[in-house]
Every structure is written in structure tokens, then in C-alpha cells.
């Protein structure tokens, strides 16, 4: 089974930046159709961005134009450069595969943007 790590989390205020990262130790995602995901405090998970094995990407609409999804040269990396945060981006932030049959989740990390 892969085990996820996400990171980079942290306290911003409205307008600044953050970058996440995630991997998964010992294990490549290159080849996986790879997602970034966030579940705010008393509401369902959601997908927010995608990036296939291709390098294809695909944003939710509230995200659109202020978030990118990248992956590292390596492929061992995907990466979410969130800009302009705004309050509502508070959410605990997870990556998983973009695909119905899910690796178990990692603990996330915590966006909370605040002034």
C-alpha cells in the first residue's frame, strides 16, 4: 500500500501563497493520475485540482487562475502553489490518485488563511 505525506501547510493571510508538496516515501507517482483534495471543517471532501501522468491538469472553478498543480522532474513529487488565498481556502489539504479505487489518505495538512 502507498503511504502519502502531504506538507507545506501553514497560517497566511488573504493574498499570500503557500506551496504544498506530497509524496510518497520509497514509492514513485509518476505514474498515477494524481489529485489535490481538501475537506473544510464540517463539509465534504473535494477535489480541487488534477494532473495526469501526462501532465494534463484540470482546476475546480473556485480555484481557477490562483492554483497550480505540478509534479517535480522526478515524478516523486506533486506540488499545489496556491496564490491570492482567501479565507475560504481554509481546508485541511490532501493528495491522493484521481481515480475511484483511492490509496488510504495521509493526515493532510492545514491551510488556514487568516488575517
Known amino acids: 500500500q502507498v503511504r502519502l505525506v502531504e506538507s507545506g501547510g501553514g497560517l497566511v493571510q488573504p493574498g499570500g501563497s503557500l506551496r504544498l508538496s506530497c509524496t510518497a516515501p520509497g514509492r514513485s507517482l509518476r505514474i498515477y493520475n494524481m489529485a489535490w483534495f481538501r475537506q473544510a471543517a464540517g463539509k465534504q471532501r473535494e477535489l480541487v485540482a488534477s494532473i495526469s501522468g501526462f501532465g494534463e491538469t484540470t482546476y475546480d472553478d473556485s480555484i481557477k487562475g490562483r492554483f497550480t498543480i505540478s509534479r517535480d522532474n522526478t515524478g516523486n513529487v506533486v506540488y499545489l502553489q496556491m496564490n491570492s488565498l482567501k479565507p475560504e481556502d481554509t481546508a485541511v489539504y490532501y493528495c491522493?490518485?484521481?481515480?475511484?479505487?483511492?490509496?488510504?489518505w495521509g493526515q493532510g495538512t492545514q491551510v488556514t488563511v487568516s488575517a
Open positions: 491522493n490518485v484521481n481515480r475511484a479505487s483511492q490509496f488510504d
